[in-house]
């Protein structure tokens, strides 16, 4: 008998050559289908992340926006009170003014309040006697040397120790400031200046900042072309802005999980950074590389162009339950494994 069954053994027929090809087939199908819905899934989170982080960037140039008109519409009704003045507005009555609009509560983030006058050469003389007779007799316009035109900033508020390191500078005898006032004054528009650092600034805590001004004309004179609005120029009304105060007071709660970065300009040039969430050495992003969400912004205003950055941290994919993916990756491996055993 034993034998027999050894016989009979030997004539089993033997496995075929292909009895491996279906289970290879259903674990390709599987595992297809798991790299499929792994995508899916991974692309949704992603999809989600991206979203927010537009939404951030939307919402952000928006408030920059509305705080950039907020300040105008200050700096155009101190312009009015030359309406109703004129030339005999005093420096008593500007106080009184900005006084009354509580701008450290109302508009964080701006230094200052003030009126810069434009001074042929030929009245250099007579303002320098006029302003020390209001008892300022060390007053005098910086930087020195002669220029057929100066501008003097004579009222600056609040009056603090820092603004007063502003008093009788001459904003046109820099490059910069002068684009932009030459820009207000030619064309009778809001005029934002490029990145400066203001002349109020110590050795600390030094902060870029922009200047915006709005051209104040002389009542009864006409206006309607570029060389009547030079003739007519009384000076600028303008406020100095530090950008970080600024930013930070527009926005009120910056993202936390989210990198932002202002530049004058089109480009995000890093001599032209004029505001970033992130504190130095990092003073953009947390990565020389684009990192893996990000948007940007261009936006014109006022004469100037920025280009605003946003780009979601490393914590930023973590609100999205990213490993939620992950899982699906690995249940559907493990079970791709199992389905082929089976077969």
Excluded at 15 to 24: E, G, N, S, V, Y
Excluded at 39 to 44: F, K, L, N, T, V
Excluded at 142 to 151: A, D, M, S, W
């Amino acid at each position: 008998m034993p034998n027999a069954s050894i016989q009979a053994a030997q004539h089993l027929p033997p496995p075929k050559p292909t009895a491996w090809l279906f289970p290879a087939l259903v674990l390709v199908a599987s595992l297809t289908a798991t790299l499929y819905l792994w995508q899916i899934s991974s692309r949704e989170v992603q999809h989600l992340a991206q979203t927010q982080l537009n939404n951030h960037a939307k919402e952000i140039t928006g408030q920059i926006l509305k705080r950039l008109q907020e300040n105008e519409n200050i700096l155009l009704g101190g312009n009015a009170l030359f309406s109703a003045r004129g030339g005999a507005l005093t420096r008593q009555e500007w106080h009184q003014y900005a006084a009354s609009l509580r701008l450290e509560i109302n508009n964080p983030g701006v230094l200052g309040f003030g009126f810069s006058t434009w001074v042929p050469q030929a009245l250099l003389a007579d303002h320098l006697t006029a302003i020390r007779a209001e008892g300022f007799k060390e007053y005098a316009i910086t930087p020195p040397g002669e220029r057929p035109f100066y501008t003097s900033i004579i009222w600056l508020e609040p009056f603090t120790e820092m603004n007063q390191k502003a008093f009788g500078y001459d904003m046109f005898a820099e490059p910069i400031r002068q684009a932009a006032m030459t820009r207000a004054r030619d064309t009778g528009e809001t005029s934002i200046s490029g990145k400066v650092i203001l002349v109020q600034e110590g050795k600390q805590d030094i902060q870029n900042g922009i200047i915006m001004y709005v051209p104040s004309y002389r009542q009864g004179m006409p206006a309607g072309t570029v060389e009547q609005r030079q003739a007519a120029l009384r000076g600028f009304v303008y406020s100095p802005i530090r950008m970080d105060d600024f930013v930070h007071a527009a926005l009120i709660n910056i993202p936390e999980h989210v990198a932002i970065a202002v530049y004058n300009g089109k480009e995000a040039l890093p001599e032209q950074l004029l505001f970033s969430s992130q504190p130095p050495p990092q003073p953009s992003f947390p990565d020389e590389n684009i990192p893996a969400f990000f948007t940007s912004r261009t936006i014109e205003a006022y004469g100037a162009t920025w280009h605003l950055a946003f780009a979601g941290l490393p914590s930023f994919a973590q609100q999205f339950n990213p490993s939620r993916s992950l899982i699906i990756l690995l249940i559907g491996m493990l079970a791709s494994l199992l389905i082929s055993m089976v077969a």
